[in-house]
């Protein structure tokens, strides 16, 4: 079993950035591919960033290539994601996930975080 907790959500304007992080605790953390979801209001969750356990591969949706970048401290059980110049249609609740393949933390991860609320004003 693993438990994420997300954190570094908040009221942005458009334009500026936000810092999401990700505590896991549990099995070992650094087997595990990892990723974030965002899911807005009727609208379908969608993945927004993946990286394997290894780091090796990334995956970012058009949407946001270039102004997302996730990121890993393995040594602290983390995973973060960086999200720059964020636009108002970014305003979601954003999720942590963790999988045991790097496929399936992009498609059907095993574990889910809490959520955090991402808010961007125009």
């Known amino acids: 079993q693993v438990q994420l907790v997300e954190s570094g959500g908040g009221l942005v304007q458009a334009g500026g950035s936000l810092r999401l992080s990700c505590v896991a605790s549990g099995r070992t953390f650094s087997r595990y591919a990892m990723g974030w979801f965002r899911q807005a209001p009727g609208k379908e969750r969608e993945s927004v960033a993946a990286?394997?356990?290894?780091?090796?591969?990334?995956y970012y949706p058009d949407s946001v290539k270039g102004r997302f970048t996730i990121s890993r401290d393995n040594a602290k059980n983390t995973v973060y994601l960086q999200m720059n110049s964020l636009k108002p249609e970014d305003t979601a609740v954003y999720y942590c996930?963790?999988?045991?393949?790097?496929?399936?933390?992009?498609?059907?991860?095993?574990?889910w975080g809490q959520g955090t609320q991402v808010t961007v004003s125009s």
């Open positions: 996930a963790a999988a045991e393949t790097y496929y399936k933390v992009k498609t059907d991860p095993d574990y």
């Open positions: 990286r394997s356990w290894s780091g090796g591969s990334t």
